[in-house]
């Protein structure tokens, strides 16, 4: 019985690399479609009609939108290997508290790094490195947030670090010197293939942002 | 069955900590409830929830657990007994999840605003966004109860959970601008569910009533104006 998986995606998402993260480290087969933001295709209108966001992961035709929706949907389905979350409720709560943690801080404290000016963008730097140093406690000293091994929060939070060329060049700011048992562990996670391989270069995704500060007019 | 080890962290205005009591009940499970005034908010908030200070908190055997979404699944995952809050089946928990994160996101948000607003325009905008997420929610409904009378089919589940948890704030919102927003003729099935909900052994007798979170949110009203004009 052949399972057909389809991820509508954007390349630089973070969103959508959590979910490709997830498909490489479970051994699923699955069709990667690009879509284009801008003239957004009509299965995507399709299959996320609330949000007509990415990405959206199909399962033999059935949509699963949002992203750590879907990842908790491939760690119950495909759950023959490479378990994201751990058994254990108690445990089980943290890594959703952090993930959900993560949702609420990185990206929206990262997008205002790079589009923000004057004391809007120092508030959000200084916001996005606690934010930071709160997941590098956590961490402690294991070396996955999942232990041994890669699990919910290490999937949900190594996307963003393909950002931080980004981060910190338009935002001024240190990662490396502020945060480096952070950086330690996220050049951890690279060296994984099921990362490096579903994640575009920190340079790509550099130029990506100096493209769209220009679009947006950012200086 | 008896349960000495809980204690949930809430306020009788919070409908976070609401979900929490529901999932509670709905499981049969005794709990020693602290009503927390916020103001200020107790050493053992702050201590048990570092990170954002906020309830609900669930203390099981003393571990905290923070944020409801996280803490209703953890209750259904510790205490396996019926009835299931999230569906068995992987695709209909994935909507359950999807639904429960869209009440947050687009029905909370603009409910809190209306809160706060005082221009008619901004107001306007704010019950168009409320309507809106009203359609989405009733054809949500139509397709996850099947005919049933919740979200979760025959007994409550994270979806009733997430939205009814919000009902007497709905009212209060409804009468403070003297409109329906939840209306029978437009949103049958909801209107039904709404009744049903309120009326459950797990529900009845821990809403708030209107009446007094309608002073409670004009004085929370009047808090935050004084907060503003101070802050400009």
Partial sequence: MADEVILLDFWPSPFGMRLRIALAEKGIKYEYREEDLRNKSPLLLKM?????????LIHNGNPICESLVALQYI??????EAPLLPSDPYQRAQARFWADFIDKKIYDLGRKIWTEKGEEKEAAKKEFIGALKLLEEQLGDKAYFGGDNLGFVDVALIPFYTWFKGYAAFGNVDIDAECPKFIAWAKKCMQKESVSKSVPD?????????????????? | ?????LKLLGGWFSPFALRVQIALNLKGLDYELIEETLNPKSDLL???NPVYNKIPVLLHADKPICESAVIVEYIDETWTNAPSILPSNAYDRANARFWSTYIDDKWFTPMKSLLMAEDDEAKKALFGQMEEALERMEDAFNKASEGKPFFGGDTIGLIDIAFGSFLSWLSVIEEMNGRKVLDVAKNPALAQ?????????AVKGILPETLKLLEF????KLKWAAEAAKAK
């Fill in chain 1, 202 to 219: 920190q340079d790509k995704v550099y130029e990506f942002i100096v493209e769209i500060r220009k679009k947006l007019g950012i200086e």
């Fill in chain 2, 46 to 48: 702050l201590q048990s």
């Fill in chain 2, 193 to 201: 569910w709404a009744e049903t909900f309120a009326a459950d052994p």
């Fill in chain 2, 1 to 5: 069955m008896a349960q000495t080890d």
């Fill in chain 1, 48 to 56: 996320n009609p609330v949000h007509k966001k990415i990405p959206v």
């Fill in chain 2, 217 to 220: 949110a004009n004085a929370l």
């Fill in chain 1, 75 to 80: 760690d119950e389905v495909w759950n023959h």
